[in-house]
């Protein structure tokens, strides 16, 4: 299971403690959202001697539709996982119609909203949502009331439309990153499924897995890669392995 | 008042939690006992608070490096919840906390052979170089929490090459 966090300078800890309390919280893989620390850090140094598989990603936070594709167009070759954080209704809808974009992160912070539109967009384009599940852990009275009701919509949407997700405690330093079974809990606590609350903890894995075999020189496009012929690794790797993971993430489109 | 008969008293499980602070954070059994049963209420409200019971039995916390574990007392048939209660519980006093159910027993004394007596170690304080300023931090074992104008910094040896 994964998680996906904000390291230094955006978070309060650095790559290497994130990596290293993960690891003994149970985690097997950890996606960085900071731009600067995934730019700065060498995941398989420290991958290695945490024991746990580091990611590099980037997390767009921008004002308006048009300046986050700018961003999304620069950093798409350079990061694995590509995140942007929704929070108004013309981000959202940016995100959910754009297939380079893996996940849209805080869909209702803010003011931002999702409705079965939306829903059925990120479902065709492949863009996963992410419950958040930050403001349940860490905030207390209206806001965390407001929090568990936009989870429950969205969870509800989601739901009906099969659409693909991710879960995240969006912790922003070590003390605030849960292990899985302690987000399992409160995801029951509050009215997820068990096994919801993995599958989007997973989730991370199947999009950094699908990511790194597209950012890898071998591949062409979809069921098309670079090799020798009859190579076994070849025949092994597309027609089946892309099936599973378009599948997995409700997605057939390149990006 | 007599004691109940075997069959009727409770069934208990014991949850070994780990905790986890910045350093020269000072936190006492109150404190996490109050943290707990608020989180507890809030979560669960106070049917489920009352059922999961949550009391803390033995506690112990290193302020120097902001390191402590806790024996948790549950209702047997609540220990899911109650480790959802623990998960929530975010900050004591206004000091962000890290926690973690590191196990379940069905006894104390199982319960503290098995997951307590993991302290860091000794911890040692001295100045290290992050981001081109020498800042003073807490060193113990391969964590190193560092002061920054900003606050505190979690950073481990790799780090300081």
Redesign the interface.
């Given at each position: 299971m994964y998680e996906a966090v904000q390291a230094?300078p955006a978070g309060?800890?650095?790559v290497?403690?994130?990596a290293?309390?993960a690891a003994r919280?149970g985690y097997s893989g950890l996606v960085i959202r900071t731009r600067s620390a995934s730019r700065a850090m060498e995941p398989t140094?420290?991958g290695d001697?945490y024991g746990i598989d580091v990611v590099t990603g980037v997390e767009i936070d921008a004002d308006d539709p048009s300046a986050a594709s700018g961003s999304v167009g620069n950093f798409r070759p350079d990061f694995t996982v590509l995140t942007l954080r929704g929070g108004s209704n013309a981000l959202n809808r940016f995100a959910v119609e754009s297939d380079r974009i893996d996940v849209l992160s805080k869909p209702m912070a803010g003011r931002g909203d999702v409705n079965h539109v939306l829903v059925k967009a990120a479902a065709d384009h492949g863009v996963a949502l992410e419950f958040d599940l930050g403001p349940?852990?860490?905030a207390?009275g209206g806001r965390?009331v407001q929090a568990l009701s936009d989870l429950r919509k969205l969870r509800e949407i989601v739901d009906h439309y099969d659409a693909p997700y991710v879960v995240s405690a969006t912790a922003a330093?070590?003390?605030?990153?849960?292990?899985p079974?302690?987000?399992r809990?409160?995801g029951?606590?509050?009215g997820f499924d068990a096994d919801a609350i993995d599958d989007g903890l997973r989730a991370w894995k199947r999009i950094a897995e699908r990511n790194r075999h597209r950012l890898s020189e071998s591949f062409v496009e979809p069921g098309v890669r670079r090799g020798r012929y009859g190579d076994d690794a070849g025949r092994e790797g597309d027609g089946r392995e892309g099936d599973g993971r378009e599948g997995d993430t409700g997605s057939g489109v390149d990006r | 008042m007599k004691h109940l008969p075997k069959h009727l008293r409770p069934r208990w499980r014991y949850l070994g939690v780990g905790l986890e602070t910045w350093p020269t954070t000072s936190i006492g059994r109150r404190d996490f006992q109050r943290a707990l049963w608020y989180a507890a209420g809030n979560l669960l409200g106070d049917p489920g608070s009352a059922d999961a019971k949550l009391s803390v039995l033995s506690f112990t916390f290193d302020d120097a490096v902001g390191e402590g574990e806790a024996v948790v007392q549950v209702r047997r048939a609540h220990v899911e919840p109650a480790r959802a209660a623990v998960a929530c519980v975010s900050a004591i006093d206004d000091d962000p906390v890290g926690i973690r159910v590191r196990g379940v027993s069905g006894t104390v004394r199982a319960c503290e052979e098995r997951y307590m007596g993991r302290a860091g170690g000794p911890s040692r304080q001295r100045d290290v170089a992050l981001d081109g300023a020498d800042r003073p931090a807490v060193i113990r074992g391969d964590a190193v929490d560092v002061s920054a104008e900003s606050g505190h910094v979690g950073a481990t040896r790799l780090d300081l090459e």
């Open positions: 230094y309060d800890s650095t290497a403690r994130l290293s309390t919280l140094a420290i001697e349940v852990l860490r207390t965390r330093s070590h003390l605030e990153l849960r292990a079974r302690e987000l809990a409160v029951e606590a509050i | -």
